[in-house]
T-cell receptor, first 114, second 113 residues
Framework: NAGVTQTPKFQVLKTGQSMTLQCAQD?????MSWYRQDPGMGLRLIHY???????DQGEVPNGYNVSRSTTEDFPLRLLSAAPSQTSVYFC?????????????FGDGTRLSIL | KQEVTQIPAALSVPEGENLVLNCSFT??????LQWFRQDPGKGLTSLLL?????REQTSGRLNASLDKSSGRSTLYIAASQPGDSATYLC????????????FGTGTRLTVIP
């Protein structure tokens, strides 16, 4: 089982560039989410989706877009990269929305914005 | 807004010791609490999930307790091993936003052979 797969693992961008972070899960999970992890801070929720065609904002959504056209995939788009978006990004999934199941995390994408 | 605090930030123990990691949260209206392990350069691995109605969960050498009324949880690791060295993260899911996990900043554990 692949679980939650994130690509790329590392990326360097210049300020103003756009890019898409990919996330795919093969567990038929309904719920998927994106977090960012910054030094000295806990992981913070960017966007989440409770099923195909449904997305919503988390705690820190500004500068990011998401879409959920299939159950398996949940890409995160940086519209115009800024140095403040330098972070480690984690995608997570859970079987259903609601809090009774554990979340499964990918290995992360380490993003640097110059 | 839910605030999650983990103390200590770092901990070093000799192999074989039993140890306790602490987690506190400000809003007791939670759905559940989850303990994760994070290895350097890796993602998070779920260790234990405690529902709000439960007091503890056990998995092997790990035991997690939850005191919702006081806003505290502990992760007990018995007979620590060098392979336990990692960062341990605590996260709570609140009743008002069950889809959002609020994370602490973690405790970095080093088990010395």
């Amino acid at each position: 089982n692949a679980g939650v797969t994130q690509t790329p693992k590392f990326q360097v961008l210049k300020t103003g560039q756009s890019m898409t972070l990919q996330c795919a899960q093969d567990m038929n999970h309904e719920y998927m989410s994106w977090y960012r992890q910054d030094p000295g801070m806990g992981l913070r929720l960017i966007h989440y989706s409770v099923g195909a065609g449904i997305t919503d904002q988390g705690e820190v959504p500004n500068g990011y877009n998401v879409s959920r056209s299939t159950t398996e995939d949940f890409p995160l788009r940086l519209l115009s990269a800024a140095p403040s978006q330098t972070s480690v990004y984690f995608c997570a999934s859970r079987r259903r929305q609601g809090a009774r199941q554990p979340q499964h995390f990918g290995d992360g994408t380490r993003l640097s914005i110059l | 807004k839910q605030e999650v605090t983990q103390i200590p930030a770092a901990l070093s123990v000799p192999e074989g010791e039993n140890l306790v990691l602490n987690c506190s949260f400000t809003d007791s209206a939670i759905y559940n609490l989850q303990w994760f392990r994070q290895d350097p350069g890796k993602g998070l691995t779920s260790l234990l999930l405690i529902q709000s109605s439960q007091r503890e969960q056990t998995s092997g050498r790990l035991n997690a307790s939850l005191d919702k009324s006081s806003g505290r949880s502990t992760l007990y690791i018995a007979a620590s091993q060098p392979g336990d060295s990692a960062t341990y993260l605590c996260a709570v899911s609140s009743q008002t936003g069950a889809n959002n996990l609020f994370f602490g900043t973690g405790t970095r554990l080093t088990v010395i052979p």
